[in-house]
């Protein structure tokens, strides 16, 4: 049965499920598919936000108007940039007055960007050198609300001169704690019609929620994981990262090793390095002892508190501690910049309220 115009529930927002569905619901009220993939393409791929308007320019029937209103929209508070290293970070606010923080990260030497986009308010794991998890006010973001991070980034980026070319999740929040909603807004990114971000360059974060990880793994996403450890040995990730530490550290290698064996490939895993607390050389023998021959890259990143707690290590320090790494850890190590530190865009420095 046809859905009419004046139906509860019957308006279309393209931004609000995955492509496939919203083609399944464009379809209930008698929308084309072919027109349905334009739709995606004009929001998502364009940004184009008032769609009364734009069906009258399209070769749509007009009497779809009704189903496709003007789009709500995250209201953008402030951008800033870094004085440092050209990062910046875009604050957006809610219809319910909560703060989201996005931040566009240049490339090197070229002219793109990668966006590392929020999927929560807030973040309830508890990560201790982390800004966002001491957020009072918490929620998951709703697919749209993702989306539109990626839309009105991608102008500021564009505007910069900057061509977006990846997606990280690696903003405010767990992403597999918002798991539905996440995965619709990366299918949305890499849709053919949406100007699309190959699958490949979308990447998707966790502390290693090992059910998600496996049903990452099993639904067969073209998109990377990241895992962040914290600690390689249970005692010290139940002081780091204290509800991730729910699961055993070896439980989330394992994870971490099914999906690599089902895609052939190798999956990043993220180690907060941090002064005194985890890169001793007792770390990175765990840590090769940990991994084995599970095919990772590691990618070490220097801690950014901005209460000042917890602290990234000396120099020396990181010298011994990649030393100690190549003597135990088979696998490719690099150390990732985490930029944006003078304006808190940094890795766990996302905070704004």
């Not at 990062?87 to 989201?100: E, I, N, P």
């Not at 929020?118 to 993702?146: D, P």
């Not at 180690?271 to 050389?281: D, L, Q, T």
């Amino acid at each position: 049965m046809l859905l009419h115009p004046s139906e509860p529930h019957s308006t279309l927002d393209p931004r609000q499920a995955s492509p496939n569905e919203f083609i399944a619901k464009a379809s209930s009220v008698g929308i084309a598919e072919s027109h349905a993939r334009k739709i995606l393409g004009a929001v998502v791929g364009k940004g184009v936000c008032d769609l009364k308007d734009w069906i009258e320019t399209q070769a749509i029937p007009r009497k779809f108007g009704a189903l496709l209103p003007q789009l709500e929209r995250l209201v953008l508070e402030r951008t800033e940039k870094s004085q440092v290293d050209s990062f910046q970070k875009a604050v957006f606010r809610t219809k319910d007055g909560l703060a989201v923080e996005s931040v566009i990260i240049p490339l090197q030497k070229i002219d793109k960007a990668t966006l590392c986009l929020s999927s929560q308010v807030g973040c309830v794991m508890g990560c201790v050198f982390c800004a966002t998890a001491k957020l009072a006010k918490r929620r998951n973001l709703k697919t749209w609300e993702i989306v539109d991070q990626y839309i009105q980034c991608r102008k500021i980026a564009h505007d910069a001169g900057l061509q977006v070319s990846g997606v990280v999740f690696m903003g405010m929040g767990e992403p597999f704690l918002n798991y539905e909603n996440v995965i619709s807004a990366a299918k949305l990114f890499s849709f053919p019609t949406a100007n699309p971000i190959s699958g490949r360059a979308i990447t998707i974060s966790t502390v290693g929620l090992v059910d998600k990880i496996d049903l990452f793994t099993n639904e067969n996403h073209p998109f990377r994981l990241s895992i962040s450890l914290g600690a390689a040995t249970d005692e010290k990730r139940a002081r780091l990262v204290p509800v991730a530490a729910k699961a055993k550290v070896s439980d989330v290698m394992a994870a971490a090793r099914r999906y690599a064996t089902s895609r052939n490939d190798r999956v990043n895993l993220s180690y907060v390095c941090i002064r005194n607390e985890n890169v001793f050389e007792e770390d990175a023998k765990a840590l090769g002892e940990l991994i084995g021959d599970t095919p990772v890259r590691l990618d070490l990143i220097e801690v950014r508190d901005s209460e000042g707690k917890f602290l990234p290590p000396t120099s020396e320090e990181m010298t011994t501690f990649r030393d100690a790494l190549r003597h135990y850890v088979r696998q490719p190590v690099a150390r990732r910049y985490s930029g944006g530190a003078d304006i808190n865009a940094a890795c766990g420095t996302l905070a704004a309220v």
